[in-house]
Each structure stands twice: as C-alpha cells, then as structure tokens.
C-alpha cells in the first residue's frame, strides 16, 4: 500500500506519479544542487554587496562552502533529519546554511524576523530545531533570551554582527565564518554519504503558515515536491525562457516558500546569477537595486507593484500640455497591446505600437531598471484590477501566480503565451484540481502537494483525504480552459444573521478600487444583521514599518482633488469632504454587490493602519481578522447598537 503523507520528519512518503507527470524522474535537491554546480563551476552564483561594491561566490565557491556548513552541522552530532532554523535577510548566509543543511540530509526551516521571541521558541521547538543561524545581533540576542528553553539546541551561528563578549547563553555562539571551521575534520566522504542516503520522499524543507488563527503549521516539503515542482511549472514556458544567464533579485523572504522555489529552488535547476537585495529593498532601496542589476525576470508582491505604480502615477501628474497628451495615447495603445495577447485574443500589435514603444514604453523600463526583464510576475496575495490596468498601458503585462506552502507555491500559473488578466492562471501540468460542489472549496493532488504537516496528525488528516486531495480553504472556480480564480476563503466567510455566505475579501478590494484614500478595509459581519466594516487611511510608514499618522503622498493628493487640506489621520477623520467622499465611494462599492446581504451599511475608521509589526498583518500581509476583531470589539459592537 503506497504512503503518500507523513507527520515525522524522518518517514518517508511514495512518490504519487500518474500519466501526466512521470515524465520528471524523482531527484533530490542535492543531486540537482551538485549537478548544477559541476556544470557552471567557474560562473558567479552569488552576487552580493561587500563594500558598495558587487561580489560574487563562484558555483564552486557555493558547493564548498555549503559542504563546509554540513560538515560543521555534522561535528556537533547532527543527524540525518535533524532541522536548521534561519532567521536572517536574504544573503549568501541564508542560501549557504539553507544548502549545507540539506546536504548534511537535514530539512532547513526559515523563521520570520519579525517573529517574537515565543514565536521563534515555538518553531524552534515544534521542528526540533538542533543549529539556529541568524541574521545580526538583535535576531542573536532575540535567541539568546530562548536559548535555554531550546532543549535540542546545539549551537547559535550569527552573522553580519561581531559576537558579543562576556555573554553567559545555554549554547555555543559562533560567528558564521568560525563556523565553517569547526567542521574540518569531518571526511567528505561522511557528507557524501548523507547524500547518497537522501530519496525523493525525504524531507528538505519546513515551511511554517502564517498562522492567521493559533499556531503556525510546519509544512512538510520533500525533495520531490521541489524538484518536481521546478520542472513542471519551468517546462511550460517556449521559446527557452530560463537559462544560466537570467538575473533574479533575491529579496522576498525566504521563511516563505515563494522566495525558496524562486530565489533558491530556479536558481539550482538552471544555475542563474541571483543579486541580494539591500535589507531595506520593500522600504525603498529595491529601486536603486534593480537599476544597477537589470533582472530579467522579476516577482513582486503586490505592495511592490503598488509603490512602483504609485510613484509613476506622482511623477505623471507634472506632464502637460503634448507630452501628457502622447502619454496618454500611448498608454491607450499599450493596454491594447496587453489585452490582444491574453489566451484565445487574437495577439499582434495594434496601429501605433511600435511608434509609442520607442517614445514611451522603452523608457519607462529603461527608468526602472527593467528593460531586460523578460516576465513579470505578482503572488502571494491578490493584485487589485487597478493596479494590473496600470501596468497594462504601459505594456507591462503583469502575470499572476497562486500557490501555498502545502503545494510547494504553485498550485496555478500564467504563462506569456497562456494567460488572462485578473486571473490566478492555468492549473500546474500533472495536478488533478476539482470543485467541491458543496461549498466550492478548490481540492488539489499532485506530486507537488506536501507531505503533511510536521507533529500534527490531525491537521494532516483534516487537509488530505483519503483520495490525496489537498483541502486548500479557498473558494474558487474554473473556466472552461483550466485556468482558475480564487473567490474567498472557507475560513473568512462571513455569515450573516440572513444565512447568506459572505465572501468578505472580494468586497474589501471592491472598496478599495472605488476608494484609493483607503489603506486596508476589513468587513465584520458574522452572525450579524448586516455587514459593517473597518477603514484604515494611506500613511507613510517609519524605518521600522510602523504606520505613522501622516497621510501619505498619494492620499493627499486624491484629498487635495476634494478640497481637503487633511495631512495627517487625526485631521481626516474630524473632515466633512472626507466623510462625504467616503459615503459616495461605498454607494458606488455597494453597487456593485452581488446582492443586497452584500453591501456595507455602516463603517469606522481606527487611528493606526494595520502592519505586520502592530500585529494586524501576517509576513505575507493577510489580514489577522480574528486580532483586528479584539483589539476593536467595542468600536465594532458600538456599530450594531440600534
């Protein structure tokens, strides 16, 4: 009888192969990893930042320095399916620890930074973690504090901070240079063999949830699920899209699994030239950086977009007289470009489009740094329709993607030849995707759906069924072609006191398209008469990512086309104009409701704008609806007080 799932990290699950996807022999990530490295052993790998000026490690350098961290792992007793917790920015570290751990036939797991210090304890313990290596002294100190509560600890390995002195810790410290020394006694004939010890249904990788509601699950990914993975969703794209030479910013956090199948995973199954990003890329240096690299492929999440979209929009506004009457032509012409190339539209160029491609389209990516860039994509959370309209006119189609953790972070993908707007794309070759009839749940089985979640047979057992299909939470559909869109989440829907079922996340983007002043919109409703929601404004935000109270540049020029001179949030919520403008841009969201159980009556607005640091906001940036709810439960009761 075959084994599909798993719960302990050291089981081994049977690989699920079916007619469409056997194609792609089972491998491990260490023989896909050597075999890149024996191929491109004198070209950079990585390239990072040593003195304001690039650097880079050679394939060769990577192999061996990764070899060394196994080594060092393998010096203080680690043992095959032992786990690694990383916690740090992306860097060479990262990828060198994140390697090294698997070839010592480890599983690595990625901690938050933003994680407090008992949420790393509960990582750290749930995974059993042996090595913690960390980014800087306030991540070391951060496990310092916990260290003596870690009962399988060995060792803390930091890096880009110099060790503290004097510091009395329940484990070694040890610099991250000095740690790649202590293993050089160990033959390399010991790291081989742990690799040649390593199968397809092992695990490589612990990728922890959100966790939106209760503790985060550790999701247990196998070599298969990310070998596989790479080559399906790779083998779809014509005209040899990837090679050795593409260039990738690595900044998405790497404790999520979109920046590990890209940034990490792409990387080692085509041997690409990845560039660190500074530590402060989403606050504002991601720009500068892509400018000095000239990617060639590029995945943003939508905040990105959205900030690239909001300071072109800035800019635009000084344009008069001709030159703002050719960029609006043109961007007439690039949305129509955009829209011809969609599945089952009739491609080509529209009249003009070369003419405005050399006067407008080139160099807007020439200023941004993209001219190279080959595709752009957007994941992990929606990418509102304004913002894909934006981009569209400048002839920058912009490619969705959908994925979780539980299926190695694709589940549906775009293609340049295969796509449609606003839509997450066309289900992953080789995966079997149905409909649940009854409460339209999206259901997935495929070789790339996780083994099971790590200690947690019950909520093993509650995502996968017994005919392997992965229970994802999410409502969706599907369109006669297979391409897919998601309609709300299991979990969020509201229902009202009607009995209506409420997807509250399609509403919440609706508000924000009718009204751009607002920063996040959550709607309450549960068991409820009616819907009401929670309003936050546009602000600036400080070195740290906290929300401040002042409105930010966007939001007070959409104020000023209102006659309101509002600055900060304190002065927006007292101003008539804004209520007004408010009020109308809710008529015009309600409007479009599907029914009346779905409009929002009544609404709020709360001083602090939601952030990952205040707690509201998940590292992916969901919204933490059930802390929302509590930290505002008399201001949401007040509401349904007749």
Same mark, same amino acid.
């Given at each position: 009888?075959?084994?599909?799932?798993?719960?302990?990290?050291?089981?081994?699950?049977?690989?699920?192969?079916?007619?469409?996807?056997?194609?792609?022999?089972?491998?491990?990530?260490?023989?896909?990893?050597?075999?890149?490295?024996?191929?491109?052993?004198?070209?950079?790998?990585?390239?990072?930042?040593?003195?304001?000026?690039?650097?880079?490690?050679?394939?060769?350098?990577?192999?061996?320095?990764?070899?060394?961290?196994?080594?060092?792992?393998?010096?203080?007793?680690?043992?095959?399916?032992?786990?690694?917790?990383?916690?740090?920015?992306?860097?060479?570290?990262?990828?060198?620890?994140?390697?090294?751990?698997?070839?010592?036939?480890?599983?690595?797991?990625?901690?938050?930074?933003?994680?407090?210090?008992?949420?790393?304890?509960?990582?750290?313990?749930?995974?059993?973690?042996?090595?913690?290596?960390?980014?800087?002294?306030?991540?070391?100190?951060?496990?310092?504090?916990?260290?003596?509560?870690?009962?399988?600890?060995?060792?803390?390995?930091?890096?880009?901070?110099?060790?503290?002195?004097?510091?009395?810790?329940?484990?070694?410290? +040890?610099?991250?240079?000095?740690?790649?020394?202590?293993?050089?006694?160990?033959?390399?004939?010991?790291?081989?063999?742990?690799?040649?010890?390593?199968?397809?249904?092992?695990?490589?990788?612990?990728?922890?949830?959100?966790?939106?509601?209760?503790?985060?699950?550790?999701?247990?990914?196998?070599?298969?699920?990310?070998?596989?993975?790479?080559?399906?969703?790779?083998?779809?794209?014509?005209?040899?899209?990837?090679?050795?030479?593409?260039?990738?910013?690595? +900044?998405?956090?790497?404790?999520?699994?979109?920046?590990?199948?890209?940034?990490?995973?792409?990387?080692?199954?085509?041997?690409?030239?990845?560039?660190?990003?500074?530590?402060?890329?989403?606050?504002?240096?991601?720009?500068?950086?892509?400018?000095?690299?000239?990617?060639?492929?590029?995945?943003?999440?939508?905040?990105?977009?959205?900030?690239?979209?909001?300071?072109?929009?800035?800019?635009?506004?000084?344009?008069?007289?001709?030159?703002?009457?050719?960029?609006?032509?043109?961007?007439?012409?690039?949305?129509?470009?955009?829209?011809?190339?969609?599945?089952?539209?009739?491609?080509?160029?529209?009249?003009?489009?070369?003419?405005?491609?050399?006067?407008?389209?080139?160099?807007?990516?020439?200023?941004?740094?993209?001219?190279?860039?080959?595709?752009?994509?957007?994941?992990?959370?929606?990418?509102?329709?304004?913002?894909?309209?934006?981009?569209?006119?400048?002839?920058?189609?912009?490619?969705?993607?959908?994925?979780?953790?539980?299926?190695?972070?694709?589940?549906?993908?775009? +293609?340049?030849?295969?796509?449609?707007?606003?839509?997450?794309?066309?289900?992953?070759?080789?995966?079997?995707?149905?409909?649940?009839?009854?409460?339209?749940?999206?259901?997935?089985?495929?070789?790339?759906?996780?083994?099971?979640?790590?200690?947690?047979?019950?909520?093993?057992?509650?995502?996968?069924?017994?005919?392997?299909?992965?229970?994802?939470?999410?409502?969706?559909?599907?369109?006669?072609?297979?391409?897919?869109?998601?309609?709300?989440?299991?979990?969020?829907?509201?229902?009202?006191?009607?009995?209506?079922?409420?997807?509250?996340?399609?509403?919440?983007?609706?508000?924000?398209?009718?009204?751009?002043?607002?920063?996040?919109?959550?709607?309450?409703?549960?068991?409820?008469?009616?819907?009401?929601?929670?309003?936050?404004?546009?602000?600036?935000?400080?070195?740290?990512?906290?929300?401040?109270?002042?409105?930010?540049?966007?939001?007070?020029?959409?104020?000023?086309?209102?006659?309101?001179?509002?600055?900060?949030?304190?002065?927006?919520?007292?101003?008539?104009?804004?209520?007004?403008?408010?009020?109308?841009?809710?008529?015009?969201?309600?409007?479009?409701?599907?029914?009346?159980?779905?409009?929002?009556?009544?609404?709020?607005?709360?001083?602090?704008?939601?952030?990952?640091?205040?707690?509201?906001?998940?590292?992916?940036?969901?919204?933490?609806?059930?802390?929302?709810?509590?930290?505002?439960?008399?201001?949401?009761?007040?509401?349904?007080?007749?």
């Amino acid at each position: 009888m075959p084994k599909y799932t798993a719960t302990r990290i050291d089981e081994e699950v049977d690989i699920r192969l079916n007619d469409t996807n056997n194609k792609f022999e089972p491998t491990t990530m260490c023989k896909m990893f050597l075999n890149t490295a024996a191929k491109y052993s004198s070209i950079p790998a990585l390239h990072y930042k040593k003195n304001g000026e690039w650097a880079s490690y050679s394939w060769k350098e990577y192999e061996e320095k990764a070899k060394q961290f196994a080594k060092s792992l393998i010096s203080l007793g680690f043992q095959a399916h032992d786990t690694v917790s990383i916690s740090g920015f992306n860097s060479t570290e990262w990828f060198i620890s994140y390697i090294g751990c698997i070839l010592a036939g480890g599983a690595s797991t990625g901690v938050y930074t933003t994680n407090g210090a008992q949420a790393c304890k509960y990582v750290c313990n749930n995974s059993v973690a042996r090595v913690v290596v960390c980014d800087g002294i306030k991540q070391l100190e951060k496990f310092m504090s916990i260290a003596d509560q870690l009962p399988a600890l060995k060792a803390l390995v930091v890096w880009n901070a110099s060790l503290p002195e004097n510091v009395e810790c329940a484990v070694p410290i +040890y610099d991250f240079d000095a740690f790649l020394t202590i293993g050089n006694e160990i033959p390399d004939s010991t790291v081989d063999e742990r690799i040649a010890n390593q199968r397809p249904g092992h695990c490589a990788s612990l990728i922890y949830t959100s966790g939106t509601t209760g503790n985060p699950k550790g999701v247990m990914l196998s070599h298969d699920n990310f070998t596989y993975t790479l080559r399906a969703v790779t083998s779809q794209f014509q005209n040899n899209l990837f090679d050795n030479t593409e260039r990738v910013i690595s +900044y998405l956090p790497l404790s999520h699994i979109a920046g590990q199948i890209l940034d990490i995973g792409i990387q080692i199954y085509f041997g690409l030239h990845i560039y660190f990003a500074e530590p402060d890329a989403l606050k504002g240096s991601l720009g500068k950086t892509m400018k000095e690299v000239h990617p060639t492929f590029f995945l943003g999440v939508p905040r990105v977009y959205e900030k690239i979209s909001e300071k072109m929009v800035e800019v635009g506004r000084g344009s008069k007289g001709i030159k703002k009457a050719i960029a609006s032509w043109a961007r007439r012409v690039g949305a129509q470009k955009v829209a011809m190339s969609q599945f089952h539209e009739s491609g080509g160029k529209p009249c003009g489009y070369d003419l405005a491609k050399a006067i407008v389209f080139d160099k807007v990516r020439v200023a941004l740094g993209l001219e190279k860039c080959k595709a752009f994509y957007s994941g992990a959370a929606p990418l509102s329709p304004e913002v894909i309209a934006f981009f569209s006119s400048l002839d920058i189609p912009i490619y969705e993607a959908m994925g979780l953790s539980e299926t190695t972070a694709i589940s549906f993908f775009n +293609y340049p030849h295969m796509w449609k707007q606003n839509c997450l794309g066309h289900f992953l070759v080789g995966t079997n995707v149905k409909i649940d009839p009854e409460n339209s749940e999206l259901l997935i089985r495929g070789r790339h759906v996780m083994m099971g979640y790590i200690n947690n047979e019950e909520g093993t057992a509650q995502a996968l069924d017994d005919e392997g299909f992965l229970h994802t939470g999410d409502c969706a559909s599907l369109d006669s072609d297979g391409f897919g869109y998601i309609t709300g989440r299991l979990k969020e829907l509201i229902i009202t006191a009607g009995g209506e079922n409420v997807p509250p996340v399609l509403i919440e983007n609706v508000i924000k398209e009718e009204l751009p002043l607002l920063g996040n919109v959550m709607v309450i409703g549960d068991k409820r008469k009616f819907l009401s929601a929670i309003f936050t404004l546009r602000v600036t935000v400080d070195e740290h990512g906290e929300p401040t109270d002042k409105l930010d540049n966007e939001a007070k020029y959409l104020l000023s086309q209102i006659g309101s001179e509002a600055t900060t949030v304190g002065d927006a919520i007292v101003d008539p104009k804004i209520k007004v403008y408010l009020d109308s841009g809710l008529k015009r969201a309600n409007a479009r409701a599907t029914s009346r159980a779905q409009n929002v009556q009544k609404y709020i607005f709360v001083t602090k704008d939601f952030s990952v640091p205040g707690g509201e906001l998940t590292p992916t940036l969901k919204i933490k609806r059930n802390v929302v709810a509590k930290m505002y439960e008399a201001e949401i009761d007040a509401m349904y007080v007749v």
